[in-house]
């Protein structure tokens, strides 16, 4: 339940001699509530109401703190009162809304947001309280399968292609779980690797993830992996710019028939405004060969997100450092930059497809260029 002197629409200032007189009313039953003090701002309200019966601001406010008091139906009754006199009022067709949700009535709700939203296209904030009505509407799918195909293209050899598929599960309200496997065809060889993961939520804020990957390695991805990651998200005020931020850190280990690999990864996902974010991760790597000791290597990631529309999502990306520590003809051969870009396209309420493509720019004057396509569905 959003209670508070937010909820339910802002009322609009008036301005003029009479709009002064207005805005003194308000100023004080604004005060007034948001001290807590409801009683004495709904007193004050009632005395403009027999004053100026018409004044379809203070019937919104008598409407606001009937809802703020918990009283929903005479709330509910009182918001159809002002919008008959302002039926495209967005404020008070949220205010509407509300109620409706806090009643259960989301199927009503959803109407009235959608009213609102036909009135006031550009506010964040109806199409925040429309996801979530939507949301409550239609339960939440518990799995998700993603079916996913790569493609390598390289200056001096021939293509390399992978294939996979990932079942995600919400097992209950704490944890989560991740089975999946890929195929790959790699100058000549094929190999597969089949990898599972849980991860635990430690109350509303942090989780830890661990799990662990082997396969037929034939020579060209590790033999085995394992891996932990340990986040934590906070929330920052709504109108700064940065609005919140997940912070983890990723310690994982790769086993091939000759190398060793761990690779450190601290990371942190930035939610910027207009739902755009922003993903910034180093990564220091130790690589083990024998006869060759060990080694110390940096890299780093990048990754900015932005929606093109409700059902279009666009990314950007580059990264700098060394190998793909999972391809055994990457690990200890050559540092390189990548850049590329993507895009997830909503096909309806759960399904997606996505497709990218990459240029990886490598020491030794080798190239690589990889396009991806993916298609997942939640049930």
């Not at 008036?14 to 001290?35: C, F, S, T």
């Not at 830890?208 to 020579?219: S, Y």
């Not at 110390?296 to 666009?314: D, E, F, K, N």
Request: one cysteine or more; hydrophobic letters at 40%.
């Amino acid at each position: 339940m959003m209670l508070g002197p937010n909820a339910g629409g802002q009322p609009r200032a008036q301005h003029g001699p009479a709009g002064k007189q207005q805005d003194a009313w308000q100023k004080v039953v604004r005060e007034l509530a948001a001290a807590g003090r409801i009683p004495q701002a709904m007193e004050i309200v009632e005395q403009r109401l027999r004053a100026v019966p018409e004044d379809t601001e203070a019937r919104g406010w008598r409407a606001r703190l009937l809802a703020w008091s918990g009283r929903w139906p005479e709330a509910e009754s009182e918001y159809r009162r002002a919008l008959a006199g302002s039926p495209q009022d967005a404020d008070l067709l949220c205010g509407l809304a509300d109620v409706l949700i806090w009643q259960g009535r989301n199927a009503e709700a959803l109407a009235e947001v959608e009213r609102a939203r036909a009135a006031a296209p550009e506010r964040e904030d109806i199409e925040d309280r429309r996801r979530r009505v939507l949301e409550a509407l239609r339960p939440e799918p518990r799995h998700q399968v993603v079916v996913a195909s790569e493609w390598d293209f390289f200056d001096t050899t021939s293509a390399a292609g992978t294939y996979s598929v990932r079942l995600r599960s919400r097992v209950s309200s704490r944890w989560t779980t991740v089975a999946g496997g890929s195929f790959l065809n790699r100058f000549g060889e094929r190999a597969a690797r089949f990898t599972a993961s849980a991860t635990y939520r430690v109350g509303e804020t942090s989780w830890i993830t661990a799990g662990g990957a082997a396969g037929r390695d034939q020579g060209v991805i590790a033999k085995g992996e394992s891996f932990f990651e340990y986040g934590r998200g906070l929330r920052l005020k709504s109108n700064s710019v940065v609005r919140g931020v997940e912070a983890t850190y990723r310690q994982h280990w790769l086993w091939f028939r000759e190398a060793r690999v761990l690779a450190l990864t601290p990371s942190a996902l930035f939610y910027l405004p207009r739902d755009w974010t922003f993903q910034l991760g180093l990564t220091a790597a130790r690589t083990r060969l024998p006869g060759a000791g060990a080694e110390w290597r940096p890299s780093g990631q990048a990754r900015l997100a932005i929606p093109v529309t409700r059902r279009l999502r666009g990314t950007l990306f580059f990264a700098a450092g060394t190998e793909n520590f999972s391809r055994a003809d990457q690990v200890e051969q050559f540092s390189a930059r990548t850049w590329g870009g993507g895009a997830q396209y909503e096909l309806g309420p759960r399904q997606d497809i996505t497709f990218s493509i990459a240029q990886q720019q490598r020491s030794q004057s080798r190239r690589q260029t990889t396009f991806g396509i993916a298609y997942g569905i939640r049930f």
